[in-house]
């Protein structure tokens, strides 16, 4: 329906901003840049630059290696901040410190600015830290990690901005009681990041609002017909909840290539009528052109486990850990399947109480029952829990339910690595002799620090750095490293020493793909190719790697173009794997996610 809310997207202006973007690029470069300095502005920079000035806040959706820190540099300048904020990721502090004193020499970066990260601004002993410091701006790198709206991090931004607003606000502090004047009013404001949506609108509707004048939304403003767009946009809807664009189908344009895809497939014209409304919202700065430098080759490596690791895998197809114990549900048996298709499980060390494993026991098999059975689309142990505890769902378990999270609570379990075959590091070792210019991507700190045992090669985990307390982006060029998923995937620049990937352990979400591939495949990458490895034992390895890709689809739509969707490929789907029988290729109880 042409609801009040719809009609004010409609009517929000638009523009095209790539026009006066390179005049506006060369004005800025002049006016910014020190007398020594040899850089020059990107477009997307100048224009993030001229929005924030303008509009007060900006949000810059730019691919990996797009610019987006000198956007966070500059604004200080630009908006004459006295008290700026840069939040960034834990684990790129030093790299921001760093690149701002490098930066300084080409551009007339302030010397004040305060960097501090989710993490800090999340943690209990600094919940009065925004209401302290009061901050006249604050530029938000790798945004994405205020999507969670239950975050502390995210609550205590929401909470001062809206104190800010009114003038007044109590700090989330012990013990305060008097109300804190916050001055400044509400801070000038920057989020940067390469994507904001991976499955759902409904993860950065917040921060369109904190970073966009209220009437410059492109989405509606209430939660009710948000969530309207949302069933008629969104990836992972039940067909039960999906509604029809409808008036959605308005946002597109009037070109016939777009009329005809309204005819063909009118879910996917109205996520790009979305997306042709979001670009052009004034405020919103987006490169949605793929970065073509290099060639970009994904490619499936698929190696047979030993025999020995296949019976392990045959009983965890009947929910049990190598070790005899239950399992859950099928969402932590196919976890359990792609840890045995690298070599190693974990087994609590010391072992439980009795009491505890048979309450674990006697909750696991219920917890299956009931996900098996249910009519309510439960189909995880924690929705089964919330649906009990919080709606009185099926109250004849809750006993079963109380004695297991009572003896949870009693005893923590600790888990060693229990490595059963090498044949993931041996291949990991020969891997990195053939590839010079390679990284070996490890989801697990015990695989990453064995391989490294194994094969003399330096492991990057925590905080980036390896045992020597180098900083990864130290490591040698032209020499093999082993890397962290999680403490690696934003902010790195590896492009110039590699260029080729063999990721170890499958995964799930298109924005890490998108992260994790651009660390290497981005603006300086010398080399014409650059390849992606995705080790495979298993069904759910191909599964889990088809779901990012499912999740790289709807962004692409919504955003802009994703990593995973123009390169070449080489990965069969599941509907064209070869028919196998075994273990590996038959998940027997275990539910199959859809591709």
């Known amino acids: 329906k042409r609801s009040t809310e719809f009609l004010r997207i409609q009517q929000i202006p638009e523009r095209d901003w790539s026009k006066e973007a390179p005049e506006l690029a060369r004005e800025l470069t002049s006016l910014l840049k020190t007398p020594c300095g040899e850089q020059v502005m990107f477009d997307t920079q100048a224009m993030g630059l001229h929005d924030i000035y303008t509009f007060g806040g900006v949000v810059c959706v730019i691919r990996v290696g797009g610019g987006k820190s000198l956007i966070s540099f500059l604004a200080p300048y630009v ?16 790299k921001t410190e760093k690149h701002l004193k490098r930066d300084r020499y080409h551009w007339q970066i302030p010397s004040f600015i305060r960097v501090e990260s989710y993490e800090k601004l999340g943690h209990p002993d600094h919940g009065g830290l925004l209401y302290d410091y009061q901050p006249d701006l604050v530029i938000f790198d790798e945004i994405t990690r205020c999507k969670n709206t239950a975050a502390v991090v995210t609550t205590r931004f929401q909470y001062y901005f809206d104190d800010a607003e009114k003038g007044f606000g109590i700090p989330p502090v012990p013990g305060a009681k008097e109300p804190v004047e916050i001055k400044g009013g509400k801070p000038k404001r920057g989020g940067l990041s390469g994507t904001l949506f991976n499955r759902s609108m409904l993860e950065s509707w917040h921060l369109l609002k904190w970073l ?102 045959k009983k965890v197809r009947k929910f049990k850990t190598p070790d005899g114990q239950e399992l859950q549900d099928a969402h932590v048996a196919a976890m359990r399947v792609k840890e045995l298709g690298r070599g190693l499980y974990y087994r609590p060390n010391p072992p439980p109480p009795e009491e505890y494993v048979a309450a674990k026991k006697k909750w696991a098999k ?131 020493g590699w260029s080729d990937n063999l990721i170890m352990y499958p995964i799930r979400s298109g924005e890490w793909y998108e992260q994790l591939i651009g660390r290497t495949h981005r603006l300086g990458q010398p080399q014409e190719v650059v390849t992606v490895d995705v080790f495979m034992t298993c069904l759910e390895d191909y599964q889990t790697f088809w779901a990012a890709a499912s999740d790289q689809e709807f962004a692409q739509d919504m955003e802009s173009s994703r990593k995973l969707l123009y390169a070449d490929v080489l990965v069969p789907k599941v509907s064209e794997l070869p028919v196998r029988e075994g273990a590996l290729w038959r998940p027997g109880d275990i539910k199959l996610h859809a591709n």
């Not at 059975?373 to 809750?398: C, F, P, T, V, W």
């Open 212 to 313: 966009l004048p209220r009437a410059s939304v492109p989405m509606p403003l209430t939660y009710s017909e948000l969530q309207e767009w949302s069933m008629a946009l969104d990836a992972d809807v039940g067909e039960m909840h999906r509604v029809k664009p409808g008036v959605l189908l308005e946002l597109c344009g009037d070109s016939e290539e777009e009329k005809q895809l309204m005819k063909l497939d009118p879910r996917k014209a109205a996520r790009q009528g979305f997306r042709r409304r979001l670009v052009s919202t004034p405020g919103v700065v987006s490169l949605s052109a793929p970065f073509l430098g290099s060639q970009l080759v994904v490619n499936a490596i698929e190696r047979l486990p030993p025999a020995k690791v296949i019976e392990m895998i």
């Open 79 to 94: 908006v004459q901040a006295f008290r700026p904020l840069l939040v960034v990721p834990g684990n790129l502090v030093e």
């Open 366 to 496: 219920t917890c299956r029952k009931v996900i098996a059975r249910n009519q309510k689309r439960i189909d995880s142990e924690g929705q089964l829990i919330r649906a009990m505890l919080d709606e009185g769902m099926y109250s004849q378990h809750l006993e079963t339910l109380k004695e297991w999270l009572y003896w949870k609570n009693e005893f923590t379990e600790k888990n060693e690595t229990v490595w059963v075959s090498d044949f993931a590091l041996k291949y990991c070792k020969q891997w990195m002799k053939d590839h010079p210019r390679g990284i070996v991507w490890v989801g697990h700190k015990g695989f990453g620090k064995r391989l490294a045992k194994y094969t003399g090669v330096s492991y990057y985990g925590m905080n980036s750095r390896d045992k020597n307390d180098r900083y990864i982006e130290d490591h040698p060029h032209n020499t093999p490293m082993i890397a962290s998923i999680k403490s690696n995937l934003e902010g790195k620049n590896l492009q110039f």
